[in-house]
């Protein structure tokens, strides 16, 4: 449905990204990249169990290896504090000190032990691998069945439980709509554990100057303000003598929205020895030892009425923590708890969530964060009471839709604008009828495949503002808001720095097109700048599908405010009132008069000479803007899915995708397009192929990409992608977030075509061969 522009003309357009040129010429520069003199490479022991005491650890084999520099243990280096965590749901909830190397034990397979420090990478890994350490083993809890369970061995000794915290939210009507319903429905829904997959895994490069005291780190980050925050918390420096740069960054996915104990290690190392340390994760270390997402499951009930109307809602959700905090680790759960009714008016709810820790490896944000959780149980619920009524899947969701907007949930959130009707009605006006598709059903049948289709209809909350609702409904501590500087310089060119850290996303496009439309300023002659804190004013970061929504409007009235400060000089200019001045195309006019005009690009030229300046003008075209919206976002959509199931080995083939998305109005359709084919990608990872699994005993046993499946191109579908528009009154731009609304819709489409094809009423992701398989076998379809 895009077409394509070789040059944008503003907002609205399918313009190329330009900053991809770089990239498919092969001239990114990345973590890797960065070569130091004197740089010495970072290689990291790690535990080996998932619990124990360290009792002693030899490095003095590694330590005379050539090469070798120094071997570091937690003895050798200081930190002022421990990892830091920026969620805090309950304002009391306790957080265990994780130091970024283990003092004495280790809580899960992967922790960071010891360093070497090394002439390269190889010298510094054959040197950790020579490093023994010895270990009292003790008893470990690997899920949260085992942690819950009665008499469980304790991650952390100083808390009276294995649960970090329980959230709940009640209405007083629950237990009368439960009471009075003429159908209740109950079902366990289980979101299993995933590994990010950035095509670029984890690096880092520190640099601590000893002549200044002063520290300059480079990572692979989506967040570098709060990177510099914690560095200057955990090693105990001030945050003016920290610098914190993301270069080119290759995907996050929520991986890179964190500061890793690797950071602080690199940095406390440098600092020791004086010189340039590197660290760039193996790509085992990312799966071992980097967050990991989801690990949920959602014990639900639905009451209704027999017209399908949905009355009451009880869920209890329990979450895999891992073994410690990261980051964000609280505010997952907490997502899925205000997203549990997803796109429905239930009236009344009963939500639980119990957070517990495990010795696994800690879970944090995963495209979506929390809310693919929320949506696909609460998806999974909507066909189940589709079934248990003999009601159409599409007639259950339509008679639950909100129908006047803003709307508030009974969890209390407001929804922002929306027409969910109009969504899923466009994806049935582009989806066969019922006659066609039975057809097609009967001519699959004769060839052993069966044929199902299924849907979801979604919405999500991005932009996790204002700051004081970020704060208390979300805990997210340093607030919502987001900020931009846009600078008209001498020569007209515009330099647009932007507090949002992109890492795939196409900002540099995106927020060139919002400058062109602003200022009238050509698209090729904006210059995007991010991610540097020298540079930036402070900013958090792009995360959650916030950046367009916060960061973006950030540009847009920032270019507002550098328009009408020209307006003033240019009033100066052509000798008029400012009132009888007005702006279009690129140019001020004076009204009635358009010969008499001044480009913009005069206007900035006299604004930076300041000579016959209007009173009360200060010389030059920049200005900043902090912007702190007065609510989030909410996009919505509705996704079709059919798939062919093997008969004869279970194996699922997508044959048809169709997304009609709503994410209000809309910069850049192309990138519209391209993030909502990635997020189905990854949904339909989740439902067909991804799943993390430990042993008993603690180990990862998914720790290769030969273990753990991602798919191919030749695994991915052909994806229809549709709009409709329905702007946000939350900001002035009118848009929404886009980046997770795929990932959200696709796994409960996907698995509700699966049971439809098969006959079943729910399935667990991944839905591997054998697993659907099984299922036909105990239905009586196989």
């Excluded at 899920?143 to 009276?160: F, R």
């Excluded at 964000?328 to 205000?338: H, N, Y």
């Excluded at 847009?556 to 003033?568: N, P, Q, S, W």
């Excluded at 702006?583 to 005009?597: L, Y």
Aim: glycine residues 10%.
């Amino acid at each position: 449905m895009a077409t394509t522009a070789e040059h944008a003309k503003g907002i609205g357009v399918a313009a190329l990204r330009k900053e991809d040129r770089k990239f498919l010429t092969g001239r990114g520069r990345f973590v890797d990249d960065i070569k130091l003199p004197g740089m010495l490479h970072m290689a990291i022991v790690r535990s080996q169990m998932p619990h124990a005491d360290i009792t002693g650890i030899d490095t003095a084999a590694a330590a005379a290896m050539p090469g070798v520099t120094a071997v570091l243990t937690a003895d050798d280096l200081e930190f002022a504090a421990g990892v830091p965590c920026a969620s805090n749901p309950t304002g009391d909830m306790v957080h265990p000190v994780r130091w970024p190397l283990a003092k004495g034990r280790v809580r899960h397979v992967g922790e960071p032990i010891a360093v070497v420090l090394a002439a390269d990478r190889y010298a510094a890994r054959d040197a950790a691998d020579a490093i023994v350490v010895d270990y009292a083993e003790l008893p470990a809890v690997t899920d949260v069945d085992a942690a819950l369970a009665d008499g469980a061995q304790k991650v952390h000794d100083e808390l009276d439980s294995n649960v970090a915290v329980i959230l709940a939210h009640k209405t007083d009507g629950i237990d009368a709509a439960f009471a009075n319903a003429a159908v209740v429905v109950e079902q366990t829904i289980r979101n299993q554990r995933l590994i990010h997959v950035p095509i670029e895994t984890r690096g880092v490069v520190a640099d601590w100057n000893p002549a200044n005291d002063d520290l300059v780190v480079h990572s692979s980050t989506q967040v570098p303000h709060f990177l510099r925050t914690f560095l200057a918390i955990v090693c105990g420096v001030s945050e003016a003598k920290v610098r914190a740069i993301a270069p080119d960054v290759g995907g996050g996915f929520g991986a890179k929205l964190n500061a890793y104990s690797e950071e602080f290690i690199a940095a406390a190392a440098s600092r020791k020895l004086g010189t340039p340390v590197k660290w760039i994760e193996e790509r085992s270390e990312a799966m071992l030892a980097t967050c990991h997402g989801r690990a949920q499951t959602a014990h639900v009930k639905l009451a209704a009425n027999r017209d399908g109307t949905v009355v009451g809602m009880r869920v209890h959700y329990v979450q895999d923590y891992g073994s410690y905090l990261q980051m964000l680790t609280p505010l997952i759960s907490q997502l899925t708890l205000l997203m549990a009714p997803g796109a429905y008016a239930i009236p009344e709810i009963d939500v639980k969530v119990t957070n517990v820790y495990t010795n696994t490896v800690p879970t944090d944000a995963l495209r979506g964060a929390g809310r693919p959780e929320a949506t696909h149980a609460i998806e999974r619920m909507m066909d189940i009471l589709a079934g248990e009524l003999g009601m159409s899947r599409t007639e259950v969701r339509r008679r639950n839709f909100p129908t006047e907007f803003p709307f508030t949930t009974a969890i209390g959130l407001q929804y922002d604008s929306g027409d969910y009707t109009k969504t899923l009605d466009k994806l049935l006006e582009l989806s066969d009828d019922k006659a066609t598709f039975e057809r097609r059903r009967e001519e699959a049948a004769a060839r052993g495949k069966l044929l199902g289709r299924g849907l979801s209809t979604w919405v999500e909350v991005c932009g996790f503002v204002p700051s004081d609702v970020a704060r208390h409904a979300l805990g997210i501590t340093p607030g919502g808001w987001e900020s931009s500087t846009v600078r008209i310089h001498p020569t007209g060119k515009v330099t647009v720095i932007t507090g949002t850290s992109p890492h795939g996303q196409g900002h540099a496009t995106s927020w060139s097109q919002i400058v062109e439309t602003e200022l009238g300023i050509p698209f090729d002659d904006v210059e995007v700048i991010h991610g540097d804190t020298a540079f930036a004013p402070y900013g958090l970061g792009t995360y959650g599908s916030r950046s367009l929504a916060v960061g973006g409007t950030a540009v847009h009235l920032a270019a507002g405010k550098v328009r009408d400060k020209a307006k003033l000089v240019a009033a100066q200019m052509l000798e008029a009132s400012p009132d009888d001045v007005e702006f279009a195309d690129g140019a001020f006019a004076v009204k009635g008069s358009p010969d008499k005009r001044a480009t913009i690009q005069e206007t900035a030229f006299r604004a930076w000479q300041a000579f016959d300046m209007p009173e009360g003008v200060t010389p030059g075209l920049d200005e900043t803007v902090f912007w702190d919206p007065p609510n989030c976002v909410f996009p919505f959509g509705a996704h079709g899915c059919e798939v062919e199931v093997d008969r004869d080995t279970g194996k699922v083939e997508i044959t048809g995708y169709i997304a009609v998305d709503d994410c209000g109005n809309v910069i850049n359709p192309m990138i519209v397009e391209g993030q909502v084919h990635g997020g189905v990608v990854h949904g339909v990872a989740q439902a067909l192929y991804e799943g993390a699994e430990y042993d008993s005993g603690g180990q990862l046993v998914t720790g290769t990409l030969v273990d753990y499946l991602i798919p191919s191109a030749a695994d991915v579908p052909h994806i229809e992608t549709h709009r409709t528009v329905t702007p946000s009154p939350t900001n002035p731009l009118g848009v929404k977030g886009i980046g997770e609304a795929g990932t959200i819709a696709a796994s409960p489409a996907v698995v509700s075509a699966v049971c439809n094809a098969i006959g079943a009423r729910d399935l667990d992701m991944p839905l591997h061969p054998q697993t659907v398989w099984n299922a036909m076998r105990e239905g009586g379809a196989a």
